[in-house]
């Protein structure tokens, strides 16, 4: 493999054109067995003070031939790493949906522990500390493949009665799979997030009611509280202007209080 390959394979984080003179880096974590394009559109409509990173795990798209980590805290450690570096003394955030929740939070209790600058803002959407038994997500990662689809349907990720070729099917499933494991891992510890968290969610989410994210109030120093928006578990595709209006907008609350 050339230099070009091995440097393109261990790029976790993509960016749109960073800009070194923006106020905040934000770093964006998609959901199980998303990829980072899903949110490329939010580097164009996120304010001009915000550079823009968003994570790209293995297993998926231009990183197909690495090996998706299925245990959350090897993902952490390895996410820690690369993270570290991207980090230049400005103040950052970081903003996860499901999964990417889940991963955000972990990874601001490791820099903590390690010694790195907390996050400004922990956003975190979909997810909760304690949601659902890691034997239910390990369940899922171990349907069929026409089972796992139908409860990717009922969140609302397809379009009902749609079907993917058998190529696309075999491209994502490997890393869907994965992610569900990954999350099943998850040891609950009630470690804190040592910075504030802003929680978002769907009202008519089939797996996260909205009074599940008051969880958040024990698992971090400043809890912001819960916004709402109409919608299920991908409300935010449809709310996306709302949502980074809302994370702006704490953003520059936070920045007055300092």
Partial sequence: MSAAGRTRRARWF????ADPHADHQVFLFPHAGGTAPAYQTWAATLPSTMDVRTLQLPGRQERSGEKPFTDVDPLVD???EVFEAELDGRPYLLFGHSFGAL????????AAWNGLPAPALLGVSAWAPALEP????ARVATMSDDELLEKV?????????ATL??????SIMPALRADFLA???????????????????GTTDPIVAPGDMAAWADHCTDFLGAT?????HFYLFEHTAALQHSLDRRLRRLSARI
């Fill in 134 to 137: 890691a034997a239910e997500l």
């Fill in 14 to 17: 993509t960016t749109a054109g």
């Fill in 153 to 161: 349907g009922q969140l609302g990720l397809m379009p009902e009665g």
């Fill in 228 to 232: 709402q928006f109409p919608g299920g």
């Fill in 183 to 201: 999350a099943g891992s998850l040891r609950e510890d009630g470690e804190p997030a040592p910075c504030p968290v802003a929680a978002y969610c």
């Fill in 78 to 80: 390895a996410l820690l």
């Fill in 165 to 170: 070729d058998p190529a696309t099917l075999a």
């Fill in 103 to 110: 991963l955000a939070y972990r990874l601001s209790v490791a």
